[in-house]
T-cell receptor, first 113, second 116 residues
Framework: NAGVTQTPKFQVLKTGQSMTLQCAQD?????MSWYRQDPGMGLRLIHY???????DQGEVPNGYNVSRSTTEDFPLRLLSAAPSQTSVYFC????????????FGPGTRLTVT | AQSVSQHNHHVILSEAASLELGCNYS??????LFWYVQYPGQHLQLLLK??????LVKGIKGFEAEFIKSKFSFNLRKPSVQWSDTAEYFC??????????????FGSGTQLTVLP
């Protein structure tokens, strides 16, 4: 049981490049989410999903896309990276949204130059 | 929109001192409340949670929190901190009485440094 896994751990992008951050969970959780963590701002929700085929926007969705084709995977796509997207990205999963603790992955540290 | 405030950005204590970290939220509806901890270089882990019932909840590692509905607060406490408690602590709120029940809102975090 690996919990929530994320790849890569570190990534450097140039402005305008695109990439996908991977997230997978093996706990059969319905709810998955992506957060970004910036100093002094806590974690802010980017996108979330309550099941395969169902996604919705969080607090800071601009510049990011998600899809959920399986229960296990929830990739986050940066369409055209900008320096403002330099951050640490965490994926999380849980059972019924809001009623159970979220399990967090180890994070991806992204730098956009 | 709901918001969560953690007014202490950085707290420095000596070992064996008592700890209280403040957390206030802005919404008066029904909420689920959480405290998460992030140790240096690690991902977030749940310390404790409150859904209903006894407003004093106990978590792991000797932490506890008290939900005071009239004050919209959920402060975290520990009677005697240890050096190993050095970490960043996040309060989080899930509003379950509206259409935004699926979004967990985090506070900005409090960095706790415990001096040996």
């Amino acid at each position: 049981n690996a919990g929530v896994t994320q790849t890569p751990k570190f990534q450097v992008l140039k402005t305008g490049q695109s990439m996908t951050l991977q997230c997978a969970q093996d706990m059969n959780h319905e709810y998955m989410s992506w957060y970004r963590q910036d100093p002094g701002m806590g974690l802010r929700l980017i996108h979330y999903s309550v099941g395969a085929g169902i996604t919705d926007q969080g607090e800071v969705p601009n510049g990011y896309n998600v899809s959920r084709s399986t229960t296990e995977d929830f990739p986050l796509r940066l369409l055209s990276a900008a320096p403002s997207q330099t951050s640490v990205y965490f994926c999380a999963s849980s059972r019924l949204a809001g009623y159970y603790e979220q399990y967090f992955g180890p994070g991806t540290r992204l730098t956009v130059t | 929109a709901q918001s969560v405030s953690q007014h202490n950005h950085h707290v420095i204590l000596s070992e064996a001192a008592s700890l209280e970290l403040g957390c206030n939220y802005s919404y008066g509806g029904t909420v689920n409340l959480f405290w998460y901890v992030q140790y240096p270089g690690q991902h977030l882990q749940l310390l404790l949670k409150y859904f209903s019932g006894d407003p004093l909840v106990k978590g792991i590692k000797g932490f506890e929190a008290e939900f005071i509905k009239s004050k919209f607060s959920f402060n975290l406490r520990k009677p005697s901190v240890q050096w190993s408690d050095t970490a960043e602590y996040f309060c989080a709120v899930n509003l379950i009485s509206s259409g935004s029940a699926r979004q967990l809102t985090f506070g900005s975090g409090t960095q706790l440094t415990v001096l040996p």
